[in-house]
Structure formats: structure tokens, C-alpha cells
């Protein structure tokens, strides 16, 4: 017997003409600030040109190249620099949304230039919401003044290399990749592990300790300072294989730091500011999850497509009159609806110094995203049948992908259960007392 390699037969009849409008990522767009909406239809117009190539650097664990040609053009390298540095301008809330609708045509593309975008984010919206003196603020007007240049004139892609292996990346130790204070500059040594855009990006963004001569022991968190590294610097290589499950585009290898001698320009922020941005910012390390409500979004789309007869290539066999389909798909729906209703309520309550309160909608946000994508993927393929788990579909990379996101440092679906359970039973500073 043949083997089945492919669902999609050119010769088929053709599908069914689409009825179906899908829903906007952001739910009701009549909600939206008109920047909101012209930045998501931006890469709404985009999205079928990412989606077709999405099959092709999942296949090879390519990066797409050609996708960050399509982003570069239509101006989404600046989208979260200020106007002020000639930049889009889009605050948080309405990066998170383009960055969900940007996922739903390629998760990968999403994931790896949220890297990108949080580098102008750190040096933009989030340092302009914390303490400095004048001079740091000086200091850090002209640095970013530098960085944004580079990425509104010359198109430069920045990327986010934090994750080292260890503790460090769930924020419980110090970064293991050390600065060193020399003359003019510092020099950086050490390894990160997973860095999207590993190779293709322009400059890594590197979270270091800061190593200080007068102290005995190692730095601490305190100590983080976020550096912007040239990937052409001497002492800077790219190592490793990158064969994994899901967000294959990402191209997410290991970098190694070699003594890499960087300018004191190099700053993304003034020292000692990392660590205020990272405990009075938390909804940064929310980022993640918006690829993954666009993954969902894709899935869910796929589906009502699929069991309507209505994907391009596939015999037109409706399957939508079962009750259990129908069944399945309202609770893809219910799951989908109340994964974005979470999503857009953080997106708009993003800012500094969040309340109590806040912070448990955020984490139970995030963790929700992260698991209601990887089980909306599951019930899609589960629903739509055996067909729709060929690779020329695009329902079994969507699951892949949606995979990866739960397991995603800072915030793992565990590490928020860790977070969230404890501020739900202990108010700051209580402590038990010891159990005999
Ligand atoms: C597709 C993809 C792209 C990525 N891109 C980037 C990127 O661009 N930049 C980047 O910085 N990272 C990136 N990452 C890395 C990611 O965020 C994680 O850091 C990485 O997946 C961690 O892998 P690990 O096996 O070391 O994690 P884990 O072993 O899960 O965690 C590492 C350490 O964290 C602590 N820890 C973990 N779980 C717990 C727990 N439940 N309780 C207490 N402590 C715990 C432990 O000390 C543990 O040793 C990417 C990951 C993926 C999958």
C-alpha cells in the first residue's frame, strides 16, 4: 500500500468557497485605539505571506529571512521606539496585540522578534517609568538615542539572550555571564543558551552581573546590567545544533562571550537599573504569550475552515454536521474566548509598580495562555481527524509550537503556579513558623 504523505491534493476538487470570517485577535476592534487597529491590520496584510513560508522553516529549522524583509518594509522594526527617536511609538498594550496577530500567521516570527521588540521596550516605555538621577537619565538618552538609530535608520535587529541554563533566568540568581568594568568599556564572557535570532540578529542584548573589584563574593541580582553586544565583535560565535520539537524558526542556539570588549555606549540601560525594571515591570515577562493566543487563534481558524470544507487543496468533505464536532469546537471556542478575555485585560492594565492584585491576574494570564494554546492545538487535531495531522497542514506544527510555551523561563506554567499559589496564602513578609 502507498504510504500517506500528503493530505493536499492539487488535482481535488476545489473547497468550498469561505463564508468564514475569522475574529479579530483583539476581539472587538470598535474597542481599539486607532493606532491599535492600523497596527494590527498592518500585519494582517502581511499574513498570508508569512503563513505560506511558515511550512518551509519549520521543515528546515530555517529563519526567516524573508519574513524579516516583510516586517523591515512595512516599518515593524520601530514599532515600540518612541516617536520621539523616530519609532512607531506603540505602547505595550498595543505591541502584545500586533504580536498576537503576528503569531497567528507564524509562530515563530512572533516569538523571535518579541526579542527584538523587548530590547526597545526595556530601553523605551520601561525607562522611561523608572527612578534615575539626572545623569542616568542623561546617560541613558544617549545611549538609546545610539540604539534607536541603528533600528529606525539602518533597520538593525536587536535580539534578547537572557536564558543561561540555570537559575538566573527565573530570577532566582545572579546572571552567570560576567561584566567586567576596563577602560572605555567592559568586557563580557559567558554562555547564553536559546537565543532567538542566534545569527541573524545584528546586536545580542546580554543580561550580565556586573563584577565589582571592592567585593569578595560574586555580584547579585542587583548588579544585572543589560548590554548591547555587536554580533560581529570579536570573542562573540554562535554554537550549537538546533533540531528541536516546536518554534523552529527561531533558530534559538547557544552564544558564547569570549573577554568581548563592548563601549561604555553599549548600555541599554544605566547600571543597577535591570534589576528596578525587572521588579516594578513585571508584565515584560508576559511577552511571551501572546504568540501563543495567536497559535490558538490559528488553530481554532483551521478548524471551522477544515470542518466546513473549506481549506485550500483538500476535497470538499464537510464534517461540520457531527454533533461531537460541533461540540468539540464550542469548546474550543469557550476556551479561546476566555484565553483572549484574560489576555486583553493585562495588555491594558500593563505598568509600573502593579498592585497585588495585578500581578495574580498577570501570572494566572499568562499561565493560562500558555496551556489553553497547547490544549485548543489538541482538541483541533483531535476534532479535525487524521488528515489534518499531515505535515502539509499546518495543524500539527501549530501543536508543536504551542508546546513550547509553557515550558518558557521566565514564567513556566510551574514557575507561575509557584508565584501565583504562595501570593494567593501569605501578604508581604509573613513567614510560618516551623513544623516539629
Ligand atoms: C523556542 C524557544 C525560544 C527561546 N528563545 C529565548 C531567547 O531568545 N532568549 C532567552 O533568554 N531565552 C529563550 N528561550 C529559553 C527559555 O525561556 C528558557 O530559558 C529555556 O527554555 C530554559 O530551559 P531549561 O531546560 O534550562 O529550563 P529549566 O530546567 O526548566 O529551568 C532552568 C532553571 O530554572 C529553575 N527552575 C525551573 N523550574 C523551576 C521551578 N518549578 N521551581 C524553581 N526553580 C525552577 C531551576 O534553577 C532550573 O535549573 C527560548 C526557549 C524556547 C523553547
Given at each position: 500500500?502507498?504510504a500517506?504523505?500528503?493530505?493536499?491534493?492539487?488535482?481535488a476538487?476545489?473547497?468550498?468557497?469561505?463564508?468564514?470570517?475569522?475574529?479579530?485577535?483583539?476581539?472587538?476592534?470598535?474597542?481599539?485605539?486607532?493606532?491599535?487597529?492600523?497596527l494590527?491590520?498592518?500585519?494582517?496584510?502581511?499574513?498570508?505571506?508569512l503563513?505560506?513560508?511558515?511550512?518551509r522553516?519549520?521543515?528546515?529549522?530555517?529563519?526567516?529571512?524573508?519574513?524579516y524583509?516583510?516586517?523591515?518594509?512595512?516599518g515593524?522594526?520601530a514599532?515600540c521606539?518612541p516617536?520621539a527617536?523616530?519609532?512607531?511609538?506603540?505602547?505595550?498594550?498595543?505591541?502584545?496585540?500586533?504580536s498576537?496577530?503576528?503569531?497567528?500567521?507564524?509562530?515563530?516570527t512572533?516569538?523571535?522578534?518579541?526579542?527584538?521588540?523587548?530590547s526597545?521596550?526595556?530601553?523605551?516605555?520601561?525607562?522611561?517609568a523608572?527612578?534615575?538621577?539626572?545623569?542616568?537619565?542623561?546617560?541613558?538618552?544617549?545611549?538609546r538615542t545610539l540604539?534607536?538609530?541603528?533600528?529606525?535608520?539602518?533597520?538593525k535587529?536587536?535580539?534578547?539572550?537572557f536564558?543561561?541554563?540555570?537559575?538566573a533566568?527565573?530570577?532566582?540568581?545572579?546572571?552567570?555571564?560576567?561584566?567586567?568594568?576596563v577602560?572605555?568599556?567592559?568586557?563580557?564572557s559567558?554562555?547564553?543558551?536559546?537565543?532567538?535570532?542566534?545569527?541573524?540578529?545584528?546586536?545580542?542584548?546580554?543580561?550580565?552581573t556586573?563584577e565589582?573589584?571592592?567585593?569578595a563574593?560574586?555580584?547579585?541580582r542587583r548588579?544585572?546590567?543589560?548590554l548591547?553586544?555587536?554580533?560581529?565583535?570579536?570573542g562573540?560565535?554562535?554554537?550549537?545544533?538546533?533540531?528541536?520539537?516546536?518554534?523552529?524558526?527561531t533558530?534559538?542556539?547557544?552564544?558564547?562571550f569570549?573577554?568581548?570588549?563592548v563601549p561604555?555606549?553599549?548600555?541599554?540601560?544605566?547600571?543597577?537599573?535591570?534589576?528596578?525594571?525587572?521588579?516594578?515591570?513585571?508584565?515584560?515577562?508576559?511577552?511571551l504569550s501572546?504568540?501563543?493566543?495567536?497559535?490558538?487563534?490559528?488553530a481554532?481558524?483551521?478548524?471551522?475552515?477544515?470542518l466546513r470544507?473549506?481549506?485550500?487543496g483538500?476535497?470538499?468533505?464537510?464534517?461540520?454536521?457531527?454533533p461531537?464536532?460541533?461540540?468539540?469546537?464550542?469548546?474550543?471556542?469557550?476556551k479561546?474566548e476566555a484565553?483572549?478575555?484574560?489576555f486583553?485585560?493585562n495588555a491594558r492594565?500593563?505598568?509600573?509598580?502593579?498592585?497585588?492584585?495585578?500581578?495574580?491576574?498577570?501570572?494566572?494570564?499568562?499561565?493560562?495562555?500558555?496551556?489553553?494554546?497547547?490544549?485548543?492545538c489538541?482538541?483541533?487535531?483531535?476534532?479535525?481527524?487524521g488528515?489534518?495531522?499531515?505535515?502539509?497542514?499546518?495543524?500539527?506544527?501549530?501543536?508543536?509550537?504551542s508546546?513550547?510555551?509553557s515550558?518558557?523561563?521566565?514564567?513556566?506554567?510551574?514557575?507561575c503556579m509557584d508565584?501565583?499559589?504562595?501570593?494567593?496564602?501569605?501578604?508581604?513578609?509573613?513567614r510560618?513558623?516551623?513544623?516539629?
Amino acid at each position: 500500500m502507498a504510504a500517506v504523505t500528503s493530505a493536499v491534493d492539487p488535482a481535488a476538487a476545489a473547497p468550498l468557497p469561505s463564508r468564514y470570517a475569522p475574529s479579530h485577535i483583539a476581539g472587538n476592534p470598535a474597542a481599539l485605539t486607532p493606532l491599535q487597529r492600523e497596527l494590527i491590520g498592518r500585519v494582517a496584510a502581511l499574513g498570508p505571506r508569512l503563513a505560506a513560508r511558515a511550512e518551509r522553516h519549520d521543515r528546515e529549522a530555517s529563519f526567516p529571512f524573508d519574513n524579516y524583509d516583510d516586517l523591515r518594509a512595512a516599518g515593524l522594526l520601530a514599532i515600540c521606539v518612541p516617536r520621539a527617536h523616530g519609532g512607531l511609538g506603540a505602547d505595550y498594550a498595543t505591541y502584545v496585540m500586533v504580536s498576537a496577530e503576528l503569531g497567528r500567521w507564524c509562530g515563530a516570527t512572533a516569538l523571535s522578534f518579541n526579542m527584538h521588540v523587548c530590547s526597545c521596550l526595556w530601553a523605551g516605555e520601561i525607562a522611561d517609568a523608572l527612578d534615575m538621577t539626572p545623569a542616568q537619565r542623561a546617560d541613558h538618552e544617549r545611549n538609546r538615542t545610539l540604539h534607536f538609530g541603528r533600528i529606525v535608520g539602518e533597520c538593525k535587529l536587536y535580539a534578547q539572550p537572557f536564558s543561561e541554563g540555570g537559575a538566573a533566568a527565573a530570577g532566582a540568581a545572579p546572571w552567570g555571564t560576567l561584566a567586567v568594568k576596563v577602560d572605555g568599556g567592559y568586557r563580557v564572557s559567558g554562555k547564553k543558551i536559546f537565543a532567538s535570532l542566534a545569527g541573524a540578529a545584528d546586536t545580542y542584548g546580554v543580561l550580565c552581573t556586573l563584577e565589582r573589584p571592592d567585593r569578595a563574593t560574586g555580584g547579585s541580582r542587583r548588579d544585572a546590567l543589560y548590554l548591547a553586544v555587536p554580533a560581529d565583535a570579536p570573542g562573540v560565535s554562535v554554537v550549537g545544533d538546533w533540531d528541536p520539537l516546536g518554534m523552529r524558526g527561531t533558530v534559538s542556539r547557544n552564544l558564547l562571550f569570549d573577554q568581548v570588549f563592548v563601549p561604555e555606549t553599549a548600555r541599554l540601560m544605566p547600571e543597577g537599573l535591570y534589576f528596578q525594571a525587572a521588579s516594578r515591570f513585571p508584565h515584560m515577562f508576559a511577552t511571551l504569550s501572546p504568540t501563543y493566543l495567536g497559535v490558538a487563534q490559528a488553530a481554532y481558524d483551521f478548524t471551522v475552515q477544515y470542518l466546513r470544507a473549506e481549506v485550500p487543496g483538500m476535497p470538499p468533505v464537510k464534517r461540520r454536521m457531527y454533533p461531537t464536532k460541533q461540540y468539540a469546537v464550542a469548546e474550543m471556542r469557550i476556551k479561546l474566548e476566555a484565553t483572549r478575555a484574560l489576555f486583553l485585560q493585562n495588555a491594558r492594565e500593563a505598568g509600573v509598580d502593579p498592585d497585588k492584585d495585578a500581578r495574580m491576574r498577570l501570572y494566572a494570564a499568562h499561565y493560562t495562555i500558555m496551556e489553553n494554546a497547547n490544549d485548543i492545538c489538541r482538541l483541533a487535531l483531535r476534532t479535525c481527524g487524521g488528515q489534518s495531522m499531515l505535515k502539509s497542514l499546518p495543524l500539527e506544527r501549530l501543536y508543536r509550537d504551542s508546546r513550547c510555551g509553557s515550558l518558557m523561563l521566565p514564567w513556566t506554567a510551574e514557575l507561575c503556579m509557584d508565584r501565583l499559589g504562595r501570593e494567593c496564602l501569605y501578604e508581604a513578609g509573613e513567614r510560618d513558623e516551623a513544623i516539629e
